[in-house]
Structure formats: C-alpha cells, structure tokens
C-alpha cells in the first residue's frame, strides 16, 4: 500500500468494549474507557489527523475497514485485544496498514500476539493526548522501513524465479536446436524485443510449449 506523503492522514480508531462488571464497577469501566478516547480524539486532532469513523471491534470491522480504505488503523484497548486483532488481521491482510495499539496489557502472550498480528507500536499505558503525534510518527516510519523490506524481498525472491525460467528454457533451446547457451539466451532476448515481453515471460512461454509436445 503505498502511503501519502503530503496530505492528512485518514486514520479509523477501533474501540474494544470494556470488560463487563457490576454496578460501580461496570460505571469505573466505562468512565475509563471515556476518558481514554477523548485523550485519544484530543490527540489526534491537535496533530492535525482526520479521524475519518470510529469503529467498534466486532466482525463487521474488517468489511468496514475495506470500505473506509484508511492509512491507518488505532485500537483503544484497555486490555487483552487479541479478539479485536483477529479482525485486524483479515481486513490488513491484503492491503497492509499501518497499526498502533494503545493499551494497559503488558503481558508477553498478548504482546506476542500484537506483534504477529502486524502491529507497528504497541504502547502500554500511554495513551495521553501529548505522545499520540511521536508515536504515530515513530510507527508510520517502522511500517514504510518494514514494506521497504519486504517489497525487497519479494523483488529478490521474483528475479530469482525468472533466472530459474530463463536457465531451463535455455536448457530447452540448447538440446532441441543444438545451440551453445551464448545462442540459446540471445535467441530467448530477440523472441523477448519482437514481442515486447518480458525475458522471463518468453521462457515460461517456451517452457508452455515445451510441456505441450
């Protein structure tokens, strides 16, 4: 997914619904996790982000998050969020975004679980209006670093497949036609400039033909 440079980010906040409990204690829940999104809300707005929904975490998260198409996705969890990463992980699983978790959660299962699920910062009890800029800062430039990487890899991992092509369709060309491997890998490179394609497409193409005989 490639990120905007220049305009505002769009940012989707995911509330987790507090743990359920029993009259003042449901009460103290609810007052907390109030507290925790206007913190939150004050933070972003004051950064100059545009909070484009704010999402509750239940299966419907992943088709909304698909329509939305933010930059970015926040959770606001009080505690354990592995449910809520669940559906993270679906609606991010083709279109990777970058994700913040703020949480009181300090256990290693549960950050264990964050970091599998494609967090980018994972921010025990700190969740105060003037650290949300540093911190979407500092996971924006950790999720570019991590696609820079992994779109090195995958280019690695294409390039060494072509080259694997490209040698068993020479191999092809050498023994049906008798030709050095210096011959088989220019008449492969002309079949390539005739018909506009791509070396590693002339080769599977042969290759394509090969299997047919």
């Known amino acids: 997914m490639k990120l905007p440079l220049q305009r505002t980010l769009r940012i989707v906040v995911v509330n987790t619904v507090p743990e359920s409990g029993t009259g003042g204690q449901a009460q ?71 994700i913040v978790l703020f949480t009181d959660d300090q256990t290693p299962s549960s950050v264990d679980a964050a970091i599998a699920a494609g967090v980018s910062a994972y921010i025990v009890a700190g969740l105060h209006a003037e650290r949300v800029k540093p911190v979407l800062d500092v996971a924006m430039a950790r999720f570019r670093r991590e696609q ?43 079949m390539a400039m005739n018909k506009n394609l791509r070396l590693a497409d002339v080769a599977q193409r042969v290759l394509d033909i090969e299997d047919l005989l």
């Open 148 to 190: 820079k990487l992994l779109d090195e890899l995958t280019d690695t991992r294409r390039q060494l497949a072509d080259r694997k092509l490209i040698e068993r369709a020479k191999g092809v060309l050498m023994a049906k036609n008798r030709l050095s491997e210096e011959q088989a890998y220019q008449k492969l490179r002309s």
């Open 28 to 98: 103290q829940a609810l007052d907390a996790q109030a507290r925790r999104n206007a913190a939150l809300r004050i933070g972003l707005l004051e950064s100059g982000y545009d909070i484009v929904a704010s999402l509750p975490a239940d299966i419907f998260l992943p088709e909304r998050i698909a329509q939305i198409q933010p930059d970015m996705i926040i959770i606001d969890s009080e505690s354990d969020a592995r449910d809520v990463l669940e559906h993270i992980v679906i609606a991010t699983r083709d279109e990777p975004r970058p």
